[in-house]
């Protein structure tokens, strides 16, 4: 693995000189002696992992501090100010975030051991947070999660515990009106708040992929409203102009030798299944959920080739006038023949049609038939009545006027 870079700031170049000399068999050593030219090294080199200011040479405003600590990418960046003895100046540099603080006259060789020891802290930190934590939120990434999780358990084989996945509902219409750095304003917020529970009771917390959370937490350590509701008071001081509402499934875990991302993916589908329903906040999963689940899927995985097969027909059925009893026109009804099932019952592919915006297409379907059907009566001489056909909510936010212009030409 290459060295990476050492910025040294300073207008003695002598003296630092020596120092990087010391230093550069562990670092590429760079030198300036201008603020503007720090600045403009602090943004291009992304391999910077140390600097050395000696502030004597500069203003005592710490200019090239307030701009590191302007970039979220340098906050970890170790900074140490080289300067006469002042305690107002050292306090000064500790407040803008320095590392360390070496009174002049300084020893050569007392500098470079320190900034040695400084950066083996400081390339551990960043390595472990590499691998352990997600950039974004500062929570546990998802891989380093799950590993946890399988090593608590183990751990603990006498202990209970439930994971609970979380997520922001219509989290993709806040990034619409507040733009990706609204939306990852809003997960660092709530990131923060459950972390803060976590480290109160021991769990750990991490983030799966976009808005969805994990909580690995010992059973009855909270209840599951507390839990659920800990955020919604302090969300409502956020600045959004909609309602933010987290949907929660929660896993009780009976069996430690299931995967802990088989366990994710159970509490996941719960939350799932209560997107919309404002009722409640949280779902705890059971055995026929999954099922109900699986069954949706395989009705997914069928829906393409059933529309291709023109397993989507329209029944009729017969509209009245109350009054004379006499026909007046009909309903077109879709349903649904399957080879091999007969027919699905709307009631089970209807709202996941909707929910998934496949309905357009099955309506499509069967507005089609339904001309065809009129044109085949019409062309045979019969008299034909008023067939009205049903229009998801999704059509009315599409131009459909071109399909049914299509249709009737």
């Known amino acids: 693995m290459g060295k990476n870079h050492l910025l040294i700031v300073g207008k003695n170049k002598s003296l630092l000189k020596e120092l990087g000399d010391a230093l550069s068999n562990d670092f590429l050593v760079l030198y300036c002696d201008q603020i503007q030219e720090a600045k403009d090294i602090l943004k291009t080199t992304l391999s910077l992992s140390f600097m050395i200011v000696d502030i004597d040479d500069f203003d005592e405003t710490f200019e090239i501090a307030h701009y590191v600590k302007k970039y979220p990418r340098l906050a970890t960046l170790p900074v140490f100010v080289l300067g006469k003895a002042d305690s107002n100046l050292e306090s000064k540099c500790f407040q803008l975030g320095g590392t360390d603080y070496i009174k002049k006259p300084y020893q050569i060789e007392k500098i470079v051991n320190r900034v040695k020891s400084v950066y083996h802290i400081y390339a551990h930190n960043i390595y472990r947070d590499y691998f352990e934590k997600d950039i974004l939120t500062n929570v546990y990434n998802k891989e380093y999660f799950l590993s946890e999780v399988e090593y608590i358990l183990q751990e603990n084989p006498d202990k209970k515990y439930d994971l609970i996945c979380f997520d922001i509902d219509r989290f993709k219409l806040i990034n619409d009106l507040y733009g990706t750095a609204g939306g990852d304003r809003l997960l660092q917020y709530i990131a923060k708040v459950y972390s803060d529970i976590c480290m109160q009771y021991h769990w750990i917390i991490g983030r799966l992929h976009n808005d969805v959370f994990v909580i690995l937490m010992e059973r009855g350590s909270m209840s599951y409203e507390e839990l659920t509701t800990a955020v919604s008071r302090q969300l409502e001081s956020v600045s959004f102009d909609v309602k933010i509402v987290l949907s929660f499934g929660i896993y009780p875990i009976t069996d430690c030798h299931l995967s802990a991302s088989v366990m994710c993916d159970r509490a996941l589908m719960t939350s799932k299944s209560i997107k919309g329903n404002y009722e409640t906040t949280y779902k705890i999963y059971q055995d026929a959920l999954r099922q109900n689940i699986m069954d949706e899927q395989t009705i997914i995985n069928e829906m393409e080739n059933a529309l291709a097969n023109h397993e989507f027909v329209p029944y009729y059925q017969p509209k009245y006038n109350i009054e004379t009893g006499s026909i007046i026109g009909f309903e077109a009804l879709v349903r649904w023949i399957h080879p091999q099932k007969g027919i699905i019952p709307p009631n089970q592919f209807i709202p996941l049609f909707e929910s998934n915006g496949f309905i357009s297409q099955v309506d499509f379907c069967i507005w089609e038939q339904v001309c ?38």
Do not use: F
Not at 384 to 395: A, D, G, K, L
């Open 372 to 409: 065809q059907d009129l044109r085949r009566l019409l062309d045979k001489g019969y008299y034909v009545m008023p067939i009205s056909v049903n229009v998801s909510r999704i059509e009315l936010y599409m131009n459909i006027k071109e399909k049914l212009l299509y249709l009737l030409v």
